[in-house]
């Protein structure tokens, strides 16, 4: 079965960076979109970033532009998320998933099939 397994989360200080792994297992990871979303306390989830495996076309959501960049690790069927210059407002658990649509078509948590089980990002001021 789809298996997706996060690393990498933690505290840092506003202006701090961290980098998030993702390691997908149990399906085509070739010709897919993966994504990274996120839910504060009290908040929706929603979408950070994206990208299709099939070709390495990204997307962001406007919050992020500009401080988070995704990749993957084709060869290790892993997607990794880097975030820079991090801010309290990123706090929050964050997830890893894959689009049901197969194609990037949207950051819109609904659209997004199978997810892992999170892993927590802290940043404090």
């Known amino acids: 079965q789809v298996q997706l397994v996060e690393s990498g989360g933690g505290s840092v200080q506003a202006g701090g960076s961290l980098r998030l792994s993702c390691a997908a297992s149990?399906?085509?990871?070739?010709?897919?979109?993966m994504g990274w979303l996120r839910q504060a306390p009290g908040k929706e989830r929603e979408g950070v970033a994206a990208?299709?495996?099939?070709?390495?076309?990204?997307y962001y959501a406007d919050s992020v532009k500009g401080r988070f960049t995704i990749s993957q690790d084709y060869a290790k069927n892993t997607v990794n998320l880097q975030m820079n210059s991090l801010k309290p407002d990123d706090t929050a658990m964050y997830y890893c998933?894959?689009?049901?649509?197969?194609?990037?078509?949207?950051?819109?948590?609904?659209?997004?099939?199978?997810w892992g089980q999170g892993t927590q990002v802290t940043v404090s001021s």
């Open positions: 149990g399906y085509t990871y070739s010709s897919n979109c």
């Open positions: 990208i299709y495996t099939g070709g390495g076309v990204t």
């Open positions: 998933a894959v689009h049901s649509s197969g194609y990037c078509s949207s950051l819109t948590p609904a659209d997004f099939g199978y």
